[in-house]
């Protein structure tokens, strides 16, 4: 059984940075895509960023750009997501998942995942 972990969320004020951290379980990380998400009240969920776990090819949000960085440690199975100059509507909850790196679909739709973590809640004051 795949199981995802996410941790790092909390309470920021504008311009500030947080790291988001996901470590997984049950899984073999090398064949996998690791994707975050982020769902804001009344909102869609959003991909935001996403790696392919073999080679590191990354693959982000516009919205996100230049702002937020996913990256992995392998040796412990873990994906990050440094976000830096964070604004009000940054304010979500954020879900790491996970699904076969050749799984169809592109790795920031959400629908494509099949492995979902519990959410971290990320807050932005102004």
């Known amino acids: 059984e795949v199981q995802l972990a996410e941790s790092g969320g909390g309470l920021v004020q504008a311009g500030g940075s947080l790291r988001l951290s996901c470590t997984a379980s049950?899984?073999?990380?090398?064949?996998?895509?690791m994707g975050w998400f982020r769902q804001a009240p009344g909102k869609e969920r959003e991909g935001v960023a996403a790696?392919?776990?073999?080679?590191?090819?990354?693959y982000y949000a516009d919205s996100v750009k230049g702002r937020f960085t996913i990256s992995q440690d392998n040796a412990a199975n873990t994906v990050y997501l440094q976000m830096n100059s964070l604004n009000p509507e940054d304010t979500a909850m954020y879900y790491c998942?996970?699904?076969?790196?050749?799984?169809?679909?592109?790795?920031?739709?959400?629908?494509?995942?099949?492995?979902w973590g519990q959410g971290t809640q990320v807050t932005v004051s102004s």
């Open positions: 998942a996970a699904r076969y790196a050749r799984g169809a679909g592109w790795c920031l739709d959400a629908p494509s995942y099949d492995n």
């Open positions: 790696m392919i776990t073999a080679g590191g090819s990354t």
């Open positions: 049950g899984l073999i990380f090398a064949d996998y895509a």
